[in-house]
C-alpha cells in the first residue's frame, strides 16, 4: 500500500510563510508507521512542489504517485484549499482514499463535514488512530467503527468514534528528525516539540480538549534532536508546546539545550509570563532563548473569566521585564472580540501593554471562533456571531460591534506605529527559467502568449508589465493568464503596471475579475486597514522626481474611508510624499488618505534559487 501525505503551507505573496512549513505532523506519521513495521510505503509531498508550488503543480505530483492512500494535515490557513485538491483526487483517481487530519477535524465542524471529498477524518493525535486505519485498510475490513478517534462516512451519513486516549508514553514515539523522515525549512528552521499537551483550559483553543495532559519527551530525545539540528545547519528552533514553561522537568531539558545547541543556534517559545522567575529566565537565556510569545488577550477580569485565563498584573509585568532585560524579545498578543470585552476595554489592554514597555513587538488579533471550543459551543451565551467559514472570525457580540472590531485594530496601529495586516509586496525577483516554480512572469506591452504552464506556476504569482499598455491591452494578458489560473484557483495574484497603463475603473474591472476564483481566508480579514481583498492585489508603479522606483495598492473596490498603502524610497521626504499625493490624485480621481512605507531592498534568501522569473518582450 502506498500512501503519500501533504501539508499546505499558509500562503502569502511575499512566500514569507512557504519557508516556514514542516510537515512535523506527517513526519510523526511516517516514523510511527515505519516504527512498527507497517506494510506501506510512505512519500511525504516534497517540499519544494508542497511549500511553493500551486494546486496544479501538487496534483500534479499526488497523480505522479499513485497513492492508495493521500493524507492531508488540516489547518484554518489550508483548508479550503486541501477540500479543492481532495476532490480534484476523488474525480481523478477514484480508488485513492483520502483522509483528512490535524485541528481542523472535529465532530463539529460542520464547515468540513460539508465536504464530500475526504472518506475519513483523523480526531486528536494522529500516529495510533491513523496506524489502525492503515492496518485495517491493508487487512481489507469494510466496517471502522471501532477504531477510535475517527470521523467517517457511512451510508447513514457522518459517524464519529470514540475519542481515543492520548499517548501516555512519548518515548515511544519515534522523532521523524532522527529518523530521517523529515529535515529543517527552506529557511534552515525547525518545528519541535517536547511536551504534548496544555494546562490552561482558554475556552477559544481546540487543544487541551484533544490532549489534556501534558505529557513529556524523555529530555534523552530532546537532546538528541537539538544535536540533530546543530549538525544539520538549523540556525534557530521553534519549540511549539503551548506552554513551555510548564514542563515538568524544565531545567533538565533547558541543561540539554545548552550542551547540544551551536553557539550561534537560538530557539524562540511560547509561554507565561507568570511563571518565570530570573533564574529561570538566566537558564533559558544560557540555552538559547532569543525570542517568546506571551499571551496576554485582555486585562479584563471578567472577561478572562468568561475564557478561563488567570491574571495577576503585578507577576505578569514582571516575567514580562525580566525577559526584555536579558536581551530577549518579546511579542505579546492581544486578542480583540473576546466575551465580555468592549472596544475601551481593548484600548484599556493596548495601553497597558504600551505604556508599561511590555513588549518589543504588539500582536494584535481577531478572536476566531473555533470548531470544537468550549466558546463555539456556548457562543449564544455571549451573543458571538462569527464566520461559519475559515478561519471563524468574529462578526459580533453583545459588547462590540462589527464596526467596534474594526475600531479596535485602528487604534492599535495609530498607538503601535505598526501595520496588524501589512501590505505583502510581491517578490520581484527568482531564478532563471529552468528553476523551480514559477513567482514572477514580466511582460512587454505587447502581452501574447503567456509564458507559464498551470503546473508550473506557484503558491503566489506576481505578473509585471513593463511598458505601457494600450488602452484595453490588459484584457490580452488577462486572457492569455486564465488557463493557469482555471487549474490554480487558489494561487495568489499581484499585478504591476506603469502608472501610464492605469485606465481608472476599467482596469480596475478587468483585474479584479481575474483570479482563479478559490475563496481565500485572507479575502475574510474585514478589520483590515487597508483593502480587505487580499488574494488579488493591483500596484502601480512610478517613479520619484529622483527618478528612484514607487509602488502604490489601488484598492479594488473603491472605499473612499480607507487609507491607501504607498511605497517610497526610504530617503524621500515631505516634498516627495506630497508629489506622490498629488500625482495620485489624478491617477485614482479622487484625494486618498495614503499611508507612507519604506521600499527597504529585500536581502537575498534561500528561495532565490528556488523560484523561477519568466521574461517576455
Not at 513495521?37 to 500551486?54: H, Q, S, T, W, Y
Not at 499537551?197 to 495532559?213: Q, V
Not at 506603469?498 to 481608472?504: A, I, L, R, V
Request: glycine fraction near 10%.
Amino acid at each position: 500500500m502506498k500512501i503519500a501525505l501533504i501539508q499546505l503551507p499558509l500562503q502569502s505573496h511575499d512566500y514569507v510563510y512557504s519557508q516556514e512549513n514542516v510537515p512535523l505532523a506527517a513526519g510523526c506519521l511516517a516514523s510511527f508507521l515505519a516504527g512498527r513495521k507497517a506494510p506501506v510505503d510512505v512519500e511525504i509531498c516534497p517540499r519544494i512542489v508542497m511549500n511553493l508550488g500551486g494546486d496544479a503543480a501538487v496534483m500534479r505530483w499526488i497523480e505522479a504517485a499513485q497513492p492508495d492512500v493521500v493524507g492531508f494535515s488540516c489547518y484554518l490557513w489550508n483548508v479550503e484549499r486541501t477540500l479543492y485538491l481532495c476532490g480534484l483526487v476523488m474525480e481523478r483517481l477514484p480508488g485513492c482514499i483520502v483522509v483528512l487530519g490535524g485541528p481542523e477535524v472535529t465532530p463539529d465542524n460542520g464547515f468540513l463535514l460539508g465536504h464530500e471529498a475526504f472518506r475519513f477524518g483523523v480526531t486528536g493525535e494522529g500516529e495510533g488512530t491513523f496506524h489502525d486505519l492503515i492496518r485495517a485498510l491493508a487487512a481489507g475490513r469494510k466496517d471502522f467503527r471501532d477504531i477510535p478517534g475517527l470521523v467517517l462516512r457511512t451510508d447513514a451519513g457522518t459517524v464519529s468514534t470514540v475519542p481515543r486516549v492520548s499517548a501516555d508514553d512519548l518515548g515511544a514515539l519515534e522523532s521523524p528528525y532522527l529518523s530521517g523522515v523529515i529535515g529543517p525549512s527552506l529557511r534552515g528552521t525547525m518545528l519541535m516539540e517536547t511536551v504534548r499537551g496544555c494546562p490552561m483550559r482558554c475556552t477559544y483553543c481546540y487543544y487541551h480538549k484533544s490532549a489534556p495532559t501534558v505529557r513529556a519527551f524523555p529530555v534523552e530525545r530532546c537532546a538528541a534532536e537539538v544535536a540533530w539540528s546543530r549538525e544539520n545547519g538549523v540556525s534557530e528552533l521553534t519549540v511549539i508546546d503551548p506552554c513551555f514553561t510548564r514542563r515538568p522537568d524544565i531545567g533538565l531539558l533547558l541543561s540539554a539545550f545548552a550542551r547540544e545547541r551551536g553557539p550561534d543556534q537560538t530557539f524562540s517559545c511560547e509561554l507565561n509570563a507568570e511563571d518565570l522567575t530570573p533564574a529561570l529566565v538566566d537558564g533559558m537565556v544560557r540555552s538559547g532563548l532569543a525570542h517568546v510569545e506571551i499571551g496576554l488577550q485582555s486585562t479584563n477580569k471578567q472577561t478572562l473569566k468568561n475564557v478561563g485565563r488567570p491574571f495577576r498584573s503585578e507577576v505578569f509585568t514582571k516575567g514580562v521585564r525580566t525577559l526584555r532585560s536579558a536581551g530577549v524579545r518579546v511579542m505579546t498578543d492581544i486578542m480583540v472580540g473576546l466575551p465580555g470585552d468592549t472596544l475601551d476595554d481593548v484600548k484599556r489592554s493596548i495601553d497597558f501593554v504600551l505604556t508599561n514597555g511590555l513588549c518589543d513587538d504588539l500582536s494584535v488579533y481577531p478572536l476566531s471562533v473555533l470548531p470544537g471550543t468550549v466558546l463555539r459551543a456556548t457562543a449564544e451565551r455571549f451573543g458571538i456571531r462569527s464566520m461559519g467559514e475559515p478561519p471563524y472570525l468574529i462578526t459580533s457580540s453583545t459588547t462590540m460591534s462589527r464596526d467596534d472590531i474594526r475600531k479596535a485594530f485602528a487604534y492599535a496601529e495609530e498607538v503601535s506605529g505598526r501595520d496588524h495586516f501589512p501590505v505583502e509586496l510581491p517578490r520581484l525577483r527568482g531564478g532563471a527559467a529552468g528553476a523551480g516554480p514559477v513567482a514572477r512572469i514580466v511582460l512587454g506591452g505587447q502581452g501574447g502568449v503567456m509564458p507559464v504552464a498551470p503546473h508550473e506556476a506557484g503558491q503566489a504569482l506576481c505578473i509585471e508589465v513593463r511598458e505601457k499598455l494600450p488602452d484595453h491591452g490588459m484584457e490580452g494578458v488577462v486572457s492569455a493568464l486564465e488557463p493557469v489560473l482555471a487549474e490554480n484557483p487558489h494561487t495568489l495574484l499581484s499585478w504591476i503596471i506603469p502608472e501610464e497603463s492605469f485606465h481608472g475603473i476599467e482596469t480596475v474591472r478587468v483585474l479584479a475579475e481575474a483570479s482563479g476564483g478559490a475563496a481565500h481566508p485572507v479575502d475574510r480579514e474585514y478589520m483590515s486597514a487597508f483593502t480587505p481583498r487580499r488574494s488579488v492585489q493591483l500596484f502601480l508603479k512610478g517613479r520619484t522626481p529622483a527618478g528612484k522606483d514607487t509602488y502604490t495598492q489601488v484598492p479594488l473596490e473603491k472605499d473612499p474611508s480607507r487609507p491607501v498603502w504607498a511605497g517610497l524610497p526610504p530617503e524621500a521626504g515631505l516634498d516627495e510624499e506630497e508629489f506622490h499625493r498629488e500625482r495620485m490624485a489624478g491617477i485614482l480621481g479622487y484625494r486618498p488618505e495614503i499611508r507612507f512605507h519604506d521600499l527597504e531592498e529585500t536581502p537575498r534568501d534561500a528561495l532565490d534559487p528556488l523560484l523561477a522569473t519568466r521574461v517576455m518582450p
